[in-house]
């Protein structure tokens, strides 16, 4: 018994040496999407005043002009919105340290990672976060942000694994290149808007809205209330460096509304004294426009001209902000 627990020992071992050394010597892709995290930060580092920043997570990456809400409010826009698997405990807890008195900041968590999941982040992405940006803030992970990071890490070897060998192919054979769209640092714009995907069409959905209305009534939307514990604490932190904060729904097409009902999510926030500042179904969209990525959760060029002019005109209603707005422009 002892020789095969030794054994157990022993092979579990040269695994994890094996995971170990794949961690550390396979490349990541330059052009990794996650690598924007770091651009990110440059640029709420280095923007001026006034400033308005967006917090959340990829809908809102994929969802908003921030030059058109800039243009229309006459405020520099920063789009932090990056990936909904890094969870809103990293990014709002590392994005604090950059606030300044009198920034703006829309805070819009994801229905499904944050609220319903509980904002730790996902396997699949935070081994790829702390590698992109150099093992960033890996002292200050909770519990459960480590471990799904250990179990994301196995994944993540094996995929950089497999893409490592691929390269080459792909750099050989044109037809392997852009067979879909591909998520990229480069498709980001100065603001931190991603903007590579407003060439894709939008979609020719139609809609049994009656129907989809009476399915969203019926369905029971769980939310992680410890989440709900967290954000109302990192919310009075951003407060005291001097911010202006709001909640913002999330940026969503018609079928993502329906399937995480963010009416249900917004009445258990009421509980903790927290609510957005507009009603979800304002940031709710056709699904004509949204393209076919992620579910429908990511808007096409036409919803995010509307979304930005939505949030925009949402903003200038907010009338204790409104000294902030050139409403010249």
């Given at each position: ?14 695994v994890?040496l ?7 010597c ?15 930060i ?33 405020i ?33 968590p ?103 209305e ?43 509304y ?10 258990i ?24 990525e992620?579910?429908a ?11 930005s ?14 000294h ?6």
């Open positions: 018994m002892r020789k095969f627990i030794f054994k157990i020992f022993v092979i579990s071992g040269i994890a094996i995971f170990f050394l794949m961690l550390i396979l490349p990541m892709d330059k052009d990794c999407y996650i690598r924007e995290y770091n651009k990110k440059e640029i709420i580092k280095t923007t001026p005043n006034p400033r308005l920043i967006l917090i959340g997570a990829s809908t809102l990456a994929f969802g908003v002009d921030s030059k058109q809400i800039s243009d229309s409010l006459g520099n826009v920063i789009n932090m919105g990056l990936h909904a698997g890094i969870g809103a405990r990293y990014y709002l807890d590392d994005y604090l340290q950059y606030i300044r008195k009198g920034d703006i900041v829309l805070i819009s994801s229905y499904y990672s944050d609220f319903i999941e509980g904002a730790n982040g996902f396997p699949e992405t935070m081994p790829d976060l702390m590698i992109a940006t150099n093992w960033r803030n890996i002292e200050k992970l909770n519990i459960y942000q480590i471990l799904q990071l250990i179990k994301g890490t196995p994944f993540y070897c094996l995929r950089n694994f497999m893409d490592f060998f691929k390269s080459p192919i792909k750099e050989f054979d044109p037809k392997q290149k852009n067979l879909e769209f591909h998520f990229i640092a480069s498709g980001f714009n100065e603001y931190g808007d991603e903007i590579s995907h407003w060439i894709i069409p939008s979609k020719n959905i139609k809609q049994n809205i009656e129907a989809e009476t399915k969203i009534s019926n369905k029971i939307t769980k939310v992680d209330e410890n989440f709900l514990v967290y954000l109302k604490d990192i919310i009075d932190n951003y407060k005291r460096k001097g911010a202006y904060v709001l909640l913002m729904p999330e940026i969503s097409s018609h079928k993502n329906v399937e995480y009902n963010p009416i249900q999510i917004k009445n926030m009421n509980k903790y004294d927290m609510d957005f500042f507009t009603n979800p179904k304002n940031l709710e969209f056709h699904d004509s426009c949204s393209y076919d992620w579910g959760a990511h808007l096409s060029r036409e919803g995010v001209t509307q979304a002019q939505r949030i925009a005109t949402l903003l200038r209603g907010q009338m204790h902000l409104r902030l707005f050139d409403y010249n422009n």
